[in-house]
């Protein structure tokens, strides 16, 4: 049985400061699908509207579902300058930090905008993009501001595929975030975009599990009725890949739970 949602965005695409009304809906939805433990991740360009102090009332009110404060740290080039800066200054607070590559070579748009962000990819040598992307992944990983890396293979998400080897693509980055003790997600979002393939590949996954990196759950759900969305057909893939362990966060404290 999965427990643990890591990846969420109660404000979804807007500022909405963090409020009872805001946020226990998902705490409420957490417990609905047999969810102990989840994670608010919201996008570093609506950190303004994350409060601390909301959320240790959550938690008094909530004792039962661990929640943990976190956010997406992204490779915004306009607004994560700031968001890097907010972090450090919030290190303590939080217990969870994942780490996005959402742009490439447009600094004003995202290339994984659906169908939008598939114009970045036209006429474009996929294999070299895919280099690209995986170069800005190994960038976020140095920063020293994650814990985890979310849909390391997101590049895919409109279908595209390299000619050469996926194995081969991202070893350097896996051993990169091998060596810095990180974590991965295993992201269901994949199921409901044009790719309709889990965040990582197998391949992938079969590569950080040869080299021991963790894996956290998620769903990047950006509405509460989106929690845990397809985590039977999470589980069972977990189970073929015999993953048995997840791993959870507090204050940054990387923790193996056994399914
Ligand atoms: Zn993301
Ligand atoms: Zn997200």
Same mark, same amino acid.
């Given at each position: 049985m999965l427990f643990s949602d890591y990846h969420t965005h109660p404000q979804g695409h807007r500022v909405q400061p963090y409020t009872r009304a805001l946020l226990q809906p998902w705490v409420d939805s957490a417990r609905q699908r047999g969810l102990s433990e989840i994670a608010f991740t919201d996008h570093d360009r609506y950190r303004? %509207?994350? /409060?601390f102090e909301e959320i240790d009332r959550l938690r008094e009110a909530n004792p039962d579902i661990k929640i943990r404060a976190g956010i997406e740290l992204d490779?915004?080039?306009?607004?994560s300058t700031g968001g890097r800066k907010w972090v450090e200054e919030h290190w303590d607070q939080l217990d969870f930090v994942l780490g996005s590559v959402h742009?490439?070579?447009?600094?004003?748009?995202?290339?994984?905008?659906?169908?939008?962000?598939?114009?970045?990819?036209? %006429?474009? /040598?996929i294999d070299r993009l895919y280099e690209n992307y995986f170069g800005r992944v190994r960038e976020m990983a140095a920063?020293?501001?994650?814990?985890c890396l979310a849909?390391?293979?997101?590049?895919?998400i409109h279908g595209h595929r390299p000619d050469a080897d996926i194995r081969i693509l991202a070893a350097e980055t896996l051993a990169f975030i091998k060596s810095k003790g990180l974590a991965i997600e295993l992201s269901t979002a994949g199921w409901r975009k044009?790719?309709?393939?889990?965040?990582?590949?197998d391949p992938i996954i079969g590569l950080a599990i040869a080299r021991g990196i963790p894996f956290t759950t998620a769903s990047d759900a950006h509405s509460h009725v989106q929690l845990g969305e397809n985590y039977e057909r999470l589980a069972e893939k977990m189970r073929a890949a015999a993953i048995k362990e997840i791993c959870t966060f507090e204050r940054h404290e990387q923790q193996s739970r056994l399914l």
């Open positions: 303004n %509207g994350i /409060d490779n915004d080039p306009v607004h742009f490439l070579d447009r600094p004003n748009e995202m290339f994984d905008s659906v169908p939008a962000g598939a114009e970045q990819f036209a %006429g474009r /040598d920063s020293g501001l994650v814990d849909h390391i293979d997101l590049i895919k044009p790719v309709n393939e889990l965040y990582p590949s």
